[in-house]
């Protein structure tokens, strides 16, 4: 199995729960946006405790950069991934995931299922593509939004966010509806990606099927 021990350069807080990591980049590594690897921390201890982050840097950039939701009351990786500093190092391995750009389209996501969009975004932002594609993005509150002045600059109207635990001008209450995407979607025969928790990702796949969108099109991991 091809691993590579990279070195962290720098983490920064972007919410409460959410901390973006920028790490070194392998001579010659390339990711499709929307993919992710395995990640563990490199010490004897943690090095077999591995879960998947999504790539949410450009493949231009100098470093790779994940952007990982914090679980510190838990005690799984990321509670150990909260409390490392620059310097330390992971062990990442080859690129992989099925979500990738397959042309315009309605984006749906949950919390840090923004991961692989975000990188996605960034992508056909930096190529001035990203035009006509349209996000639909459900958090608890406005605190859980994660890069929100960054989706706004980069898409503009056609980002909007849906609130289930506060009430606010500007941002829709509620859980993301059939009535709310066939309103503020003028077309759905384009592309669909999804990505959530388990549990959105069940509701969202039984919505987008009562809208007789036909999942199998669906781009999204499970
Ligand atoms: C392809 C892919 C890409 C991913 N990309 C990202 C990404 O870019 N950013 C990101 O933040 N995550 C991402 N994830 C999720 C990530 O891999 C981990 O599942 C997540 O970070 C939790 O890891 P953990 O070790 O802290 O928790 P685990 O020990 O793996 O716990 C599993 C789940 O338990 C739940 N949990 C949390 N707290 C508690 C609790 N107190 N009691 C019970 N259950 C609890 C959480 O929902 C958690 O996901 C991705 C997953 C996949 C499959």
Excluded at 155 to 183: M, P, T, V, W
Aim: aromatic content about 10%; glycine content about 10%.
């Amino acid at each position: 199995m091809t691993e590579y021990i990279v070195k962290i350069q720098h983490i920064e807080r972007l919410t409460h729960d959410v901390k973006r990591f920028r790490v070194e980049k392998p001579a010659g590594y390339t990711f499709t946006p929307g993919q992710a690897t395995g990640v563990a921390i490199n010490s004897p201890e943690l090095r077999k405790k591995r879960r998947s982050f999504t790539f949410t840097g450009l493949n231009q950039d100098p470093f790779l950069e994940f952007t990982i939701k914090l679980y510190p009351e838990h005690d799984g990786l990321t509670k150990e991934l909260d409390r490392l500093v620059p310097g330390d190092e992971l062990v990442i391995g080859i690129p992989w995931g099925a979500i990738n750009y397959k042309g315009r389209g309605i984006f749906i996501a949950g919390g840090a299922g923004i991961t692989p969009f975000l990188a996605i975004f960034r992508d056909l932002h930096a190529r001035n593509e990203l035009a006509g594609n349209r996000l639909f993005y459900a958090n608890k509150t406005r605190g859980d939004i994660i890069l929100e002045e960054e989706l706004r600059g980069m898409l503009g109207d056609d980002f909007i966010n849906i609130l289930s635990r506060e009430e606010a001008d500007g941002y829709f209450s509620g859980h993301i509806s059939g009535e709310l995407l066939k309103k503020h979607a003028d077309d759905l025969s384009v592309q669909f990606y999804l990505c959530g928790p388990p549990d959105m990702m069940k509701s969202m796949t039984g919505m987008l099927a009562g809208l007789g969108i036909d999942l199998k099109a669906v781009t999204m991991d499970l």
